[in-house]
């Protein structure tokens, strides 16, 4: 319902037939789905997960080098990342750092006897469109002493050779029509 219709309904009945009383209802309706939008844009900026215009902000306010040129969804992976990665380092902490940058599976392991952290991921084939800008988050976050490994999911011929064409194809769409498994 418009604001419009709400302010003449809140009026009495014997207002719906005065055309000055529509005129003046429908302009500041108007005036007010528009003040309810601005104010619904706004309030969308103070989460990253749904920002557009602040995303700026918040890349200054986390001392993120600004880059314009990538899409949103990117930068706001940069974004939560950062966000989450304050703190004591962990196996925990490094998952959540991870996940901002993938949605499909990541498991994430600490061998602190090899210094390493294992970072496979499960669900996506291939290359993540955000692979770089993870490997910066968790090199900014993670101890100097330790090594990070990634392990990205490739198909095997065994593994094609059990699939159908059909199967294959839906894979391929996924795979570049950004669903990423």
Known sequence: MSKSDALMNLLPPLYENVLEM???????????????A??????????PESATWALDRYEQDLQIQTNRAKPNDQRRSVIISKM????????????????????????????????RILIRFIDTWGLPPNLNDLKAAIEDIKPAHMTVEYRLRYLTIAEIESMTLSEIEQIRQDKFAGGGA
């Open 84 to 115: 989450r990665g304050s703190g004591k380092v962990s196996g925990s902490m490094l998952k959540n750092v991870a996940q901002a940058y993938e949605s499909g599976g990541i498991d994430v392991s600490v061998d602190s006897s090899k210094y």
């Open 38 to 47: 601005g104010v619904e844009d706004v309030l969308q900026q103070f989460y």
């Open 22 to 36: 529509q005129l003046l209802t429908q302009t500041e309706g108007a005036e007010l789905d528009q003040l309810a």
